[in-house]
């Protein structure tokens, strides 16, 4: 079975720095485009980061400059470094791994997210 296991929540202060860990198993790593997403409750979920196997990346233009994402096909783990962190950052965050062919999404597959709580 596929599992997408997050870590690294937790509070910190404002301006302060957290990594994020999402290892996977049971799916073929290096075929899939992995990212982060995060939700506050009664809000739209966004698109944080995303990271190709090739390792080309992209990132919400509210944490760019601020967030890393990255990968490490060979231990199939994804990683979100957050610095600068502010109190709208305050989230749950999810790993997400979706295979692509053309013309759309053939597997999507989720973590349980790990709480990113921002505040002094």
């Known amino acids: 079975q596929v599992q997408l296991v997050e870590s690294g929540g937790g509070l910190v202060q404002p301006g302060g720095s957290l990594r994020l860990s999402c290892a996977a198993s049971?799916?073929?790593?290096?075929?899939?485009?992995m990212g982060w997403l995060r939700q506050v409750p009664g809000k739209q979920r966004e698109l944080v980061a995303t990271?190709?196997?090739?390792?080309?990346?992209n990132y919400a233009d509210s944490v760019k400059g601020r967030f890393t994402i990255s990968r490490d096909n060979a231990e199939n783990t994804v990683i979100l470094q957050m610095n600068s962190l502010k109190p709208e950052d305050t989230a749950v965050y999810s790993c997400?791994?979706?295979?692509?062919?053309?013309?759309?999404?053939?597997?999507?597959?989720w973590g349980q997210g790990t709480q990113v709580t921002v505040s002094s």
């Open positions: 997400n791994a979706r295979r692509l062919r053309n013309g759309g999404v053939t597997n999507d597959y």
């Open positions: 049971g799916l073929m790593f290096s075929t899939y485009v």
């Open positions: 990271i190709t196997s090739g390792g080309s990346t």
